[in-house]
């Protein structure tokens, strides 16, 4: 088991509302990733946060945003959710970037959304 | 978008037999990685096989790397019922820095005992 906790663990919200999840990362690590993992599917990357700042993003619209706190928490938001939005959300955190490359990822637990 | 493709989706077999699933991708790596998921939940790191390695071992795993063919295998030894799981290869593109994992489909592991 990681040292990566998210709250919460299941979630029910409706179409049009608005929802934040949150992540604590591993001791020592300042990268923190989300991915989003449908039901039958490997994650798909939603963004990375180094340092306080967003340092990549995937293929999802801006009402996906996040943040992340000088603790190296960090949090998801999405606005205005959609039936499609209901799936397994992942945070993963890593000590640092290294240049060229993503090494091991440490993953949370997961928060299950659905979306009614 | 997935990046890598593993084959086969979904293999049963007996405890103490070997499991073999291979993966496929498109892209230039860095760094090929496999995870294991339990249940639909967090996804736990294997192995992570450099794009200088051809093959890598750890304890009853052993991970091998064609970067002419795009493809990577993932062999579990002696497989036990605890290794039941989905499991995926996962890349770390070499274009671009420091950011992604990109994952495939997964296979799912049955182990009967």
């Known amino acids: 088991e990681t040292g990566v906790t998210q709250s919460p663990t299941h979630l029910i919200k409706t179409r049009g509302q608005q929802v934040t999840l949150r992540c604590s990362s591993q001791?020592?690590?300042?990268?923190v990733s989300w991915y989003q993992q449908a039901l039958g599917q490997g994650p798909q990357f939603i963004f990375q946060?180094?340092?306080?700042?967003?340092?990549g993003r995937g293929n999802f619209p801006p009402r996906f945003s996040g943040l992340q706190f000088p603790n190296y928490s960090s949090e998801l938001n999405v606005n205005a959710l959609e039936l499609d939005d209901s799936a397994l959300y992942l945070c993963?955190?890593?000590?640092?970037?290294?240049?060229?490359?993503?090494?091991?990822?440490?993953f949370g637990p997961g928060t299950r959304l659905t979306v009614l | 978008s997935q990046q890598g493709e593993e084959d086969p989706q979904a293999l049963s077999i007996q405890e103490g037999e070997n499991a073999t699933m291979n993966c496929s991708y498109k892209?230039?790596?860095?760094?090929l990685q496999w995870y294991r998921q339990n249940s639909g939940r967090g996804l736990v790191h294997l192995i992570l096989?450099?794009?200088?390695?051809r093959e890598k071992h750890s304890g009853r795993l052993r991970v091998t790397l064609d970067t002419s063919k795009k493809s990577s295998s993932l062999l579990i030894t002696a497989s036990r019922a605890a290794d039941t799981a989905s499991y995926f290869c996962?890349?770390?593109?070499?274009?671009?820095?420091?950011?992604?994992?990109?994952f495939g489909k997964g296979t799912t592991l049955s182990v009967s005992s």
């Open positions: 993963a955190s890593s000590p640092r970037i290294s240049s060229g490359s993503v090494n091991e990822q440490f």
């Open positions: 001791s020592g690590h300042n990268t």
């Open positions: 946060y180094y340092r306080e700042e967003e340092n």
């Open positions: 892209t230039s790596i860095n760094n």
């Open positions: 096989i450099r794009s200088n390695e």
């Open positions: 996962a890349t770390a593109s070499a274009n671009q820095a420091g950011t992604a994992l990109i």
